[in-house]
């Protein structure tokens, strides 16, 4: 069986990581959590683990399927209630019509998890002016609209809330390969740190999440796009050597996400090699 499915049995059965702890069961009761990116890998699992600790979840993707796919099963994971929306982050005006349904119809959102997002590899001279709009469009593009239009009516409101931004280990850790990348995401951290600090007086905490290498489409599909499958089997051995993954499951990242929202943490790298490289990126910047 696939992660997602073991996944989503285990959840099911109250064996998952978040529910296994016992910890944050119905910490998030009748809460309304809108996750973007939620049709795949970690956007999903944490759209199932936020479920699982009672919230009632918006799963949003541009993959109509994939976000009913998503929804349906947190309804399963112990959401009271759960919607579909189907949205492309990047387009703002899109975006405007999402919280402005959202809050109409389902209530302001208390934990808003922008992950969405897409990987693109190649050297900073391959990489063409389209791939950087691409790229920066929905990575960069898509948190600050969510942020913009959900954390606004969250101010508003004058409860609190907690707004997640996934970013990555290549916001901090350098690379030749993934330069537009790693650009969108290095952008992403400082966005999340200057949004807590002028949001801190206001109840609303945020998080910049920054996951190194995590099992899902996206480390099987966009960073190795164009080569075969046995190209690609021999480049995520060699990305694993390098960085020693193991596997790294999306569910674990979930479980982070929702811990870093109960604690109000301000960074928090996940994996062992995004959490080696952010304590080195402290004292080497650019190391
Ligand atoms: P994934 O490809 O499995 O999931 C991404 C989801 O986002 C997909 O369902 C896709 O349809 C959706 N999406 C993409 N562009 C969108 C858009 N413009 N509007 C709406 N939905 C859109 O990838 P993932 O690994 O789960 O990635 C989730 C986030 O985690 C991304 O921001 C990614 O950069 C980040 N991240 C991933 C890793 C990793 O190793 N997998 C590491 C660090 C950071």
């Known amino acids: 069986a696939s992660w997602i499915e073991e996944f989503v049995t285990s959840v099911e059965s109250g064996r998952s990581p978040v529910m ?16 973007t990116g939620a049709g795949s890998g970690i956007g999903r699992a944490t759209a199932l683990a936020f479920a699982q600790a009672g919230a009632r979840v918006v799963a949003v993707d541009r993959n109509a399927e994939a976000a009913a796919r998503t929804a349906e099963s947190s309804r399963l994971a112990g959401a009271p209630e759960a919607w579909a929306e189907t949205v492309d982050v990047s387009d703002e005006q899109a975006m405007e019509k999402l919280a402005e349904t959202v ?19 190649g050297s900073f001279f391959d990489t063409t002016p389209e791939d950087w709009k691409k790229v920066l469009d929905v990575n960069l593009w898509g948190v600050i609209h969510g942020c913009r239009l959900f954390g606004r009516r969250m101010a508003e409101r004058g409860q609190g809330g907690h707004i997640v ?3 990555s280990a290549a916001a901090y850790q350098p690379s030749r390969a993934l330069p537009a990348y790693s650009t969108s995401k290095a952008a992403v951290l400082m966005l ?28 099987s599909t966009a960073h190795f796009a164009g080569v075969d499958a046995d190209e690609e089997k021999r480049l995520q051995q060699r990305a694993a050597r390098l960085y020693g993954l193991r596997n790294y499951p999306p569910e674990k990242v979930a479980a982070a996400i929702v811990r870093a929202v ?18 080195l990126s402290r004292f080497a910047p650019g190391a």
């Open 20 to 35: 296994a702890s016992g910890r944050h069961a119905e910490r998030f009761g009748g809460q309304l959590v809108l996750v």
């Open 103 to 121: 809050t109409t119809e389902y209530g302001v959102v208390d934990v808003l998890v922008n992950n969405a997002g897409i990987g693109l590899s």
């Open 165 to 167: 931004n996934v970013a």
């Open 192 to 219: 999340s740190e200057c949004l807590r600090a002028e949001l801190a007086g206001q109840g609303i905490g945020v998080t910049a999440v920054c996951p190194g290498f995590v099992n899902t489409a996206i480390t």
């Open 262 to 279: 109960v604690r109000n943490a301000a960074v928090v790298p996940v994996t062992p090699e995004a959490r080696t490289a952010r304590w």
